[in-house]
């Protein structure tokens, strides 16, 4: 990954997870594949992560995106959580799985 967009992102969601609404959600792994200009960001939260969450997270950083001009015109960006099928990176999701 393009180590100043990994660092933007990074900085950018430590950023709004200070706000209430965010404060129990974490990053958990981004991934970019230059060959679709797509970018997948995987978020968990202490409590219960839902569809709302994902979707504020995605317009905010489509927006610092677009603004910096990061990644052009097309690209794909997904935001969601790790899902069933991802290992457990951290201690806290451990006690919510």
Same mark, same amino acid.
């Given at each position: 990954?393009?180590?100043?967009?990994?660092?933007?992102?990074?900085?950018?969601?430590?950023?709004?997870?200070?706000?209430?609404?965010?404060?129990?959600?974490?990053?958990?792994?981004?991934?970019?594949?230059?060959?679709?200009?797509?970018?997948?960001?995987?978020?968990?939260?202490?409590?219960?992560?839902?569809?709302?969450?994902?979707? !504020?997270?995605? !317009?905010?950083?489509?927006?610092?995106?677009?603004?910096?001009?990061?990644?052009?015109?097309?690209?794909?960006?997904?935001?969601?959580?790790?899902?069933?099928? !991802?290992?457990?990176?951290?201690? !806290?999701?451990?006690?919510?799985?």
């Amino acid at each position: 990954m393009n180590i100043n967009l990994d660092d933007k992102i990074e900085s950018w969601l430590e950023s709004k997870f200070k706000e209430s609404d965010f404060e129990n959600c974490f990053l958990v792994e981004q991934q970019f594949n230059p060959a679709n200009n797509k970018l997948e960001v995987f978020v968990d939260s202490d409590n219960q992560l839902d569809l709302r969450v994902c979707t !504020r997270l995605s !317009r905010y950083l489509e927006e610092k995106i677009e603004e910096e001009g990061l990644l052009g015109e097309k690209y794909t960006l997904e935001v969601s959580s790790p899902g069933i099928g !991802r290992p457990l990176k951290f201690k !806290r999701q451990y006690i919510k799985n």
